[in-house]
T-cell receptor
Framework: AQSVTQPDIHITVSEGASLELRCNYS??????LFWYVQSPGQGLQLLLK??????LVQGIKGFEAEFKRSQSSFNLRKPSVHWSDAAEYFC???????????FGTGTQLKVEL | DAGITQSPRHKVTETGTPVTLRCHQT?????MYWYRQDPGHGLRLIHY???????DKGEVSDGYSVSRSKTEDFLLTLESATSSQTSVYFC??????????????FGPGTRLTVL
C-alpha cells in the first residue's frame, strides 16, 4: 500500500529566507504526487502536482517541487518565504485509476518577521 | 473556487447521539469523498462515492455510513457518536475525466465535537 512521510512536524523560518519541506513516498509504480496548503480554519488548496514529464514542477504562490524517483522524494521549495505562507502543508500520493489520495501527516510552517 | 458547501460548519453533540453531515456540490462532479483530519494523522479517507448510490469504504470507515441519492449531495452519518469521532471533517469532489487521477477540490470543513 502507498504511504507518505513528512518527517518535519514543525518548521520555523524567517521571512525572506528559503524554504524546503520534505516528503517521501512509498509506492510501487510511478506515483501521482501533490502538495496542498491549509491556512488556519480553511480547507485545503492545491499548490502543485506531479503526474509525469519534467521532474521540477511549478505551482502557485511561487512554490516549486522536485520529483526524485531514486530518493522517493517530492520536496517542496520556495526561494523567499512571505509571512502569509504560514500554514500547514500536506504532501499526498494518488494511485492511478483509483482516484484516492493518501496524505502525509503535515508540516506546520511558522514564519518569523 | 469549486462550489462545495458543508453543513453544519460546527456541531457539538453528546456521546450516543446520531449525527449527519452534509456535503453539497454545484459542479456535477462524479466523485465525492469524506475525510477526517486529526493532529498527527493528516487527512484520512472515511468513505467515497463514484456515482449516485455507488459508495466504498476508505481507510477509517468503522462507525460511519454514507449515502448518495443524487449527484450533488453526499451525506456522512455517525449512527452513535463517540468521543473518538471528535474531528474536523472535510468533503472533497473530483471529476472522472480520464482513467487516471483527477484533482480533488476540498470543502471548508465541519468541526464536530462529541462530548
Amino acid at each position: 500500500a502507498q504511504s507518505v512521510t513528512q518527517p518535519d512536524i514543525h518548521i520555523t523560518v524567517s521571512e525572506g529566507a528559503s524554504l524546503e519541506l520534505r516528503c517521501n513516498y512509498s509506492y510501487g509504480a510511478t506515483p501521482y504526487l501533490f502538495w496542498y496548503v491549509q491556512s488556519p480554519g480553511q480547507g485545503l488548496q492545491l499548490l502543485l502536482k506531479y503526474f509525469s514529464g519534467d521532474t521540477l514542477v511549478q505551482g502557485i504562490k511561487g512554490f516549486e517541487a522536485e520529483f526524485k524517483r531514486s530518493q522517493s522524494s517530492f520536496n517542496l521549495r520556495k526561494p523567499s518565504v512571505h509571512w502569509s505562507d504560514a500554514a500547514e502543508y500536506f504532501c499526498a500520493v494518488a494511485t492511478g485509476g483509483g482516484n484516492k489520495l493518501t496524505f502525509g501527516t503535515g508540516t506546520q510552517l511558522k514564519v518569523e518577521l | 473556487d469549486a462550489g462545495i458547501t458543508q453543513s453544519p460548519r460546527h456541531k457539538v453533540t453528546e456521546t450516543g447521539t446520531p449525527v449527519t453531515l452534509r456535503c453539497h456540490q454545484t459542479e456535477n462532479h462524479r466523485y465525492m469523498y469524506w475525510y477526517r483530519q486529526d493532529p498527527g494523522h493528516g487527512l484520512r479517507l472515511i468513505h467515497y462515492s463514484y456515482g449516485v448510490k455507488d459508495t466504498d469504504k476508505g481507510e477509517v470507515s468503522d462507525g460511519y455510513s454514507v449515502s448518495r441519492s443524487k449527484t450533488e449531495d453526499f451525506l456522512l452519518t455517525l449512527e452513535s457518536a463517540t468521543s473518538s469521532q471528535t474531528s474536523v471533517y472535510f468533503c472533497a469532489i473530483s471529476e472522472a475525466r480520464t482513467s487516471d487521477y483527477n484533482e480533488q477540490f476540498f470543502g471548508p470543513g465541519t468541526r464536530l465535537t462529541v462530548l
